[in-house]
């Protein structure tokens, strides 16, 4: 069974994957690969455009497992219709994604969005309003590996956790759980909204005015999901406007976030580049679920994690 990967492995990693019986394994760069590393190819282990249509023209190709937990880069519906599985490296980043979430509010109720700010000016000043996140209510839209993780994150920190997903199918950590139909009508109850959502056809601009003004004038709002889930404009309104106390955002539309966005000079937001997701533990994380993957499907001819849904687009 030949198994290229696209990740550059290290001598251990490497030999993993070459003592499960019947891999041949080629590690190439993904800025260096061609169709023809495609050849003969059963599995692949990350993703490159370079590939897209060697990889739709493959007889052989059956299974792609890509490093990170998005998958919208990726030709889904060719995919789809071919019945290559895919799965994801979903899980692999929830911990530093759930931390930075953490930051983000804690900054904002210690007012160290602010001190940062005395601290480049060089002045010695405090703020008012120090607030504490214990006993505050947090909104986790998009209740996934990451969303249950900050959900944890937050309980231990006596926080109130409500949850939302397409269904109301419960999950650990989370005090109440409801449906994406019940969000606005609740979306005021709470002190911070965390945005988890993938960059889907229904997820798009779901982040509005509409959504915006039936929050909390106290309330946060954290995007370390997918920047088209937000309508920029709006977000941008309701922050001018007072309608929501500020916003930690790590992902915006476009990206990079253009120097003349008005966001950048607002005191009550905290912008990080898309970098929630970037962790020295990482790699190691994602490749054991794709060698745990991998084994399952030399043995018994099937994954057994993240496999995406097509449908839905995770």
Do not use: C
């Not at 290290?10 to 499960?20: A, C, D, R």
């Not at 990350?46 to 190709?61: C, M, P, Q, Y």
């Not at 060089?122 to 959900?151: C, F, P, S």
């Amino acid at each position: 069974m030949k198994v290229l990967s696209l990740v550059n492995l290290t001598k251990k990693q490497t030999e993993k994957i070459e003592s499960i019986s019947e891999v041949e394994l080629k590690v190439v760069s993904p800025k260096k690969v061609v169709a023809a590393d495609l050849d003969g190819v059963e599995v692949l282990y990350g993703w490159s455009n370079n590939l897209k249509d060697a990889v739709l023209k493959s007889e052989t190709l059956n299974w792609i497992q890509v490093v990170r937990a998005g998958v919208d880069a990726l030709p889904l519906r060719q995919l789809a219709d071919k019945g290559v599985i895919l799965t994801n490296g979903s899980g692999a980043n929830a911990i530093n994604i759930a931390e930075q979430t953490l930051a983000y509010m804690l900054m904002f109720v210690r007012r160290m969005n602010l001190t940062a700010r005395h601290q480049d000016a060089r002045e010695w000043k405090q703020d008012d309003g120090y607030d504490e996140v214990y006993n505050k209510t947090v909104m986790i839209v998009g209740v996934g590996h990451i969303g249950t993780l900050i959900a944890r994150y937050a309980k231990a920190l006596g926080m109130k956790t409500i949850g939302v997903r397409r269904s109301n199918r419960p999950a650990e950590y989370i005090d109440e759980m409801i449906p994406m139909s019940e969000m606005k009508s609740r979306i005021g109850e709470v002190h911070f909204v965390v945005n988890v959502l993938p960059d889907t056809e229904e997820t798009m601009g779901l982040f509005n005015q509409e959504l915006f003004q039936a929050m909390s004038k106290k309330a946060y709002y954290i995007n370390i999901g997918r920047g088209k889930t937000t309508n920029m404009e709006d977000l941008i309104s309701a922050l001018k406007n007072d309608e929501i106390a500020g916003s930690g955002l790590d992902v915006t539309t476009p990206e990079p976030l253009p120097s003349d966005s008005p966001l950048w000079n607002m005191e009550n937001v905290i912008i990080t580049p898309h970098d929630a997701g970037n962790s020295v533990h990482y790699s190691e994380r994602a490749f054991d679920i794709f060698k745990r993957n991998l084994k399952s499907y030399v043995e018994n001819g099937e994954v057994v994690e993240n496999i995406v849904n097509y449908s839905t687009g995770y």
